[in-house]
């Protein structure tokens, strides 16, 4: 079964490739299949941009569809830059800009609080979409470490840890990262319905894990 993931974005391809390991399943992604539209993400949440992005390519390429969006929600900027972390410092998306203003919004501010959210939407052919969701909380600090990941990864430090998740390795990442959970989820929801290859979502929907 082919499964598209509705990204071009290489390091999130790569993560849900690691994460979201099926068998039996071909990962194709966005990069792969010129002549798919761009996704406007104009959605005021993650989820609204989620389920927008896979039902859009699901229709489009007759393939199911794996999508994410996800981002840093900061409690003292009464959770900015959430849908917007990824142009920030405005467009073209520029992490070091991103970065830099993050560090200039929270000058001299005490609460530092932060967590990165991730809504995965998994939509089948006909754009009937399901979604699931995870949060890494953790910190923000005053001067960027580490060189791996991308994003805001330099000046995040999730809850029990010490390193950034620029200074972990992608196992020790993926492991408490919120796309992390969020896949970890996904596959649990998910991955028995799509080993079964099926056309379209069963009516009713998929139950969730435990059910």
């Known amino acids: 079964m082919k499964i598209l993931i509705a990204s071009r974005n290489a390091h999130k391809i790569r993560e849900i490739r690691e994460?979201?390991?099926?068998p039996a399943v071909e990962w194709v992604s966005a990069a792969d299949m010129p002549g798919l539209p761009d996704v406007e993400e104009d959605g005021d949440t993650f989820e609204a941009n989620a389920v927008l992005k896979a039902t859009t390519l699901?229709?489009?390429?007759?393939?199911w569809a794996l999508a994410d969006d996800s981002g840093l929600e900061v409690a003292a900027l009464g959770n900015a830059p959430g849908v917007h972390s990824a142009r920030y410092a405005g467009e073209p998306c520029d992490h070091a800009a991103n970065n830099a203003k993050l560090l200039a919004?929270?000058?001299?501010v005490a609460d530092r609080r932060a967590r990165f959210r991730c809504v995965a939407a998994l939509s089948d052919p006909s754009g009937r979409a399901e979604t699931v969701s995870g949060a890494c909380p953790g910190h923000i600090i005053e001067v960027r470490r580490g060189t791996a990941g991308f994003g805001y990864d330099p000046l995040f430090v999730p809850d029990g840890?010490?390193?950034?998740?620029?200074?972990?390795?992608?196992?020790?990442?993926?492991?408490i990262s919120h796309?992390?959970?969020?896949?970890t989820l996904a596959q649990r929801r998910w991955g028995a319905l799509l080993a079964s290859a099926p056309?379209?979502?069963p009516e009713g929907g998929t139950p969730p894990p435990g059910a």
Not at 19 to 22: C, H, R, W
Not at 105 to 108: E, H
Not at 161 to 175: L, V
Not at 179 to 183: D, E, L, N, S, V
């Open 179 to 183: 796309r992390g959970r969020a896949m």
């Open 19 to 22: 994460i979201f390991a099926l």
């Open 105 to 108: 919004a929270l000058d001299g």
């Open 161 to 175: 840890h010490d390193q950034t998740f620029a200074e972990m390795g992608d196992e020790a990442k993926n492991a």
């Open 58 to 63: 699901a229709k489009a390429s007759g393939l």
């Open 199 to 201: 056309s379209r979502f």
